[in-house]
Structures are given as C-alpha cells and as structure tokens.
C-alpha cells in the first residue's frame, strides 16, 4: 500500500500545502528533503522517524 504526507497537518508559518504519495521510503526521501530544505529542519535520526510516524496510509479516491 502506498503511503503518504500531508503538510497540512503540519501547521507551520508558510502555511504550506505540499502532500507527498509513493512508497513509503521514498515518501520518506521526498519528506526529509522538503522539511529540511522548506521548513528549515536539521537532518537527523529524530527527524526521520518523527516523518516516519505522520505516515499515513493512502486512500483511494473513487474512480
């Protein structure tokens, strides 16, 4: 099942409307880079597994 990321349940002060869809590490990758390269965020550890934990599982929208 593919994963996802919503910024938006992320309140920050870019008020930013990025969601991310794939598979669950490179949501994580993509994740990662966003947060550090938009949001200001230091890499590390602590980082990916806070991403790691606001995973969600996809849903599908109805054709």
Partial sequence: MRKM????EHP????CSLVLIGEEEEVLRAA???AISVHGH???P??????RK???NE???PA
Avoid: M, N, W
């Fill in 46 to 51: 602590e980082l990916r597994e806070q991403l």
């Fill in 59 to 61: 849903v599908p929208q």
């Fill in 42 to 44: 230091t890499d590390s």
């Fill in 5 to 8: 990321i919503d910024c938006r």
């Fill in 32 to 34: 990662t880079e966003h």
């Fill in 12 to 15: 920050s002060e870019t008020h």
């Fill in 54 to 56: 606001a995973l969600k």
